[in-house]
């Protein structure tokens, strides 16, 4: 008989103090193997989940609509920004929590590193998009602005025919850096210059390297790059490119991003510490550059705050731009601080921090405070349950080769078969994670792209992920050949029990995630258990789960792992370094691909791309395939929600041409 569900669900139940936290299949009929469900664990799910037939994939997904439709639904509840009309302290202090739990990610907090093109954690990155944002406006679904429908500095148009890009700045604006130097586009020109000679090892597939005439100057067999055209005055910049994609169109927030940077560098300022170089050649950039004071507390941008110092791995403070095109920004002082989300609450009631994001679990004890308001907006991350099905050669975690190769998993473990990725697809309770576990503030995730992103490159009729159905999961193992021994567990091709291990980072949330898979799982015959390098210890941060999937000697014992995907602004699954699927790149996570992935990638960056209809199909071609191949299992879309005292006003996460959170920073302001 099979074994009933592991001890140390019990355990970790009885830690937590959880009297009601899963639910499983409803209507479920026992079999003579299946095992009886825990007392802890209530039905309280999606009524038909258990009663469904074990007919065709097809017959068993959700279609991407629905979910969106009931996830935009949720997002109703929570407003992007709050209107207070009180009036506004001129001056006054505003305080900014970050989160940070240390298992998410073993490096740094603030680093000090201000530099705009090699921010390297989210906290060094949200200070410099404040301190030196884009140029560009950027629409709600990421994209960039085009024409004059906006209130941004610059008005950007482009003619896909000669592949121009057509930059000018508005009539009237003026900028100027933070020292007090105006800003041209010759600063933007000096950016595109600048950028391949400091990232040699980033892919050619970048944008920047289809500018015309880029690899004959950083060859040498040029003096400057014949697609950059700068008019004397420095106000126009025309840039011709080779080749351009409608998803170039993506605005950069950084450079993982990837896309056409609008983030201008002070020329005057970072040009006496650097020499441009050629490929191959001494670029002049060592590491004494690196922490040169001018990329530090000395560097500058032109946004509504400038940095005043930085206290490592604790805050950074920034004072306002007298300067500011827009106007003087009301407060004096904007000050960003790491906090423990184990502290968070206390300190946004003790005054001591006035913003900070919140985590499942903390927004029920804001709901009813008259002193703090909530706003939500969509996560750029999406959760995902990974397949650990290859990994990259010759690389080093984070870096481009053009020598990489992906290598395929070839120990003939059953996630190298789709069908069993596929059935355990169907194993996965979203609605209980989404509506129990993670308080209600997420929904299922039927398309691997973003919900800005699938509303608009999907149609109503596209099948998603499938839906929770134990007996269609067994139905797909049973066809795939896995059977069952006589201990009642399902065995692979060599008549070993089937063992999966899967890696996730330390949480409360987390860990009820995983018992609930673990449970699922278990009813079909295969034992889930928690990957660690130390038994028994869970010590997995992102990065070491990251490093034991990606890494040139990948840990084949690690089967799966569960991380959030950060989605960011770009619906195109390839460019490298932001992707988990794009060919032969570092963080391909899922180490897969296949030819008939690469084609469809090839249609979605073709110039055929700008046509929307064209694009539309290939998005839908792309998301089918995803969930043919399951390279990893969409779990959640989820809301990320923000704590607000009452006394911050103007304060706003909406991301759009009138309201971008970047660039109206110069509004927000305090009461008292």
């Known amino acids: 008989m099979m074994k009933k569900i592991r001890s140390n669900i019990y355990l970790l139940s009885g830690l937590l103090g959880v009297c009601i936290f899963l639910l499983a299949a409803c209507g479920q009929e026992d079999t003579p193997n299946a095992p009886q469900r825990p007392e802890q664990i209530q039905t309280v799910n999606d009524a038909a989940a258990g009663n469904q037939s074990a007919g065709s994939d097809s017959e068993n997904v959700r279609p991407v609509f629905d979910a969106l439709h009931e996830f935009n639904d949720l997002r109703t509840n929570f407003p992007a920004t709050f209107e207070n009309h009180l009036p506004i302290l001129q001056g006054g202090t505003l305080n900014v929590g970050l989160s940070h739990d240390p298992w998410e990610s073993e490096g740094q907090t603030f680093t000090g590193m201000m530099f705009s093109f090699y921010v390297g954690n989210p906290f060094d990155a949200a200070v410099s998009a404040i301190v030196n944002p884009s140029l560009f406006a950027m629409g709600a679904d990421g994209r960039i602005i085009t024409g004059g429908q906006h209130d941004g500095p610059v008005i950007v148009d482009i003619d896909p025919d000669q592949g121009m890009m057509n930059i000018t700045m508005r009539d009237g604006v003026q ?91 002070p020329r005057h300022h970072l040009e006496p510490i650097v020499e441009f170089g050629t490929w191959g050649a001494q670029t002049g950039i060592t590491w004494d550059f690196w922490y040169h004071p001018n990329l530090r507390d000395n560097f500058i941008g032109w946004g509504a705050f400038k940095i005043d110092h930085t206290i490592a791995g604790e805050r950074v403070v920034l004072t306002a731009n007298e300067n500011y095109f827009r106007g003087v920004p009301n407060l004096d002082y904007l000050i960003f601080h790491v906090v423990n989300p184990a502290n968070a609450l206390t300190m946004l009631l003790n005054g001591d921090i006035d913003i900070i994001d919140l985590r499942p679990g903390q927004h029920a004890q804001f709901e009813n405070n008259q002193d703090f308001y909530l706003l939500g907006t969509v996560s750029d991350a999406q959760q995902l349950l990974f397949f650990n099905l290859g990994a990259m050669r010759d690389i080093t975690a984070g870096q481009w080769s053009d020598t990489a190769t992906l290598t395929a998993r070839n ?208 998005f839908r071609e792309w998301d089918r395939l995803f969930h043919e191949y399951m390279p990893a299992i969409t779990q959640s879309w989820r809301l990320d929600l923000t704590a607000v005292n009452r006394r911050v006003v103007n304060y706003t996460l909406v991301r759009g041409s009138h309201h971008d959170a970047v660039l109206q920073w110069h509004l927000v302001g305090v009461t008292s």
Do not use: C
């Open 175 to 265: 900028l100027f850096w933070h020292d007090g130097a105006e800003l041209t586009l010759a600063d933007l020109v000096f950016a595109y210059y600048f950028f391949p000679t400091l990232f040699q090892n980033v892919s050619e597939r970048h944008p920047i390297y289809h500018i015309r005439g880029i690899h004959d100057f950083h060859r040498g067999d040029a003096d400057n790059i014949v697609g950059l055209q700068l008019s004397e005055d420095g106000r126009n910049l025309k840039i011709y490119f080779d080749y351009f994609s409608k998803g170039m169109m993506y605005e950069a927030v950084d450079i993982t991003s990837l896309r056409i940077l609008g983030i201008p560098l």
């Open 411 to 618: 120990d003939n473990h059953p996630i190298t078969d789709a069908r069993f990725r596929r059935a355990l697809s169907y194993a996965i309770d979203r609605m209980t994670i989404d509506t129990q576990i993670l308080d209600g503030l997420s929904r299922p995730a039927t398309s691997i792209l973003h919900p800005y992103h699938a509303s608009t490159w999907i149609d109503a009729h596209a099948p998603g992920a499938s839906t929770f159905d134990l007996n269609r999961a067994n139905a797909l193992l049973d066809e795939a050949g896995f059977r069952w021994d006589d201990d009642g567990f399902r065995v692979d091709a060599y008549g070993n029990p089937i063992t999966i291990n899967l890696a996730y980072i330390p949480s409360a949330t987390n860990d009820l995630i995983f018992a609930l898979h673990q449970y699922n799982f278990e009813q079909l015959g295969i034992d889930l258990q928690m990957f660690t390098p130390i038994p028994g210890r869970n010590l997995m941060s992102r990065d070491s789960i990251i490093t034991n999937a990606t890494h040139h000697n990948p840990n084949h014992n690690m089967h799966m792992f569960l991380v959030d995907n950060t989605v960011r602004i770009d619906p195109n699954p390839d460019p490298v370094w932001l992707s988990p699927w794009g060919h032969e790149s570092p963080l391909n996570l899922a180490g897969f691909t296949s030819e008939r992935i690469q084609q469809v990638l090839r249609r979605i960056n073709s110039f055929e791309s700008w046509n929307d209809a064209y694009r539309a199909d290939a």
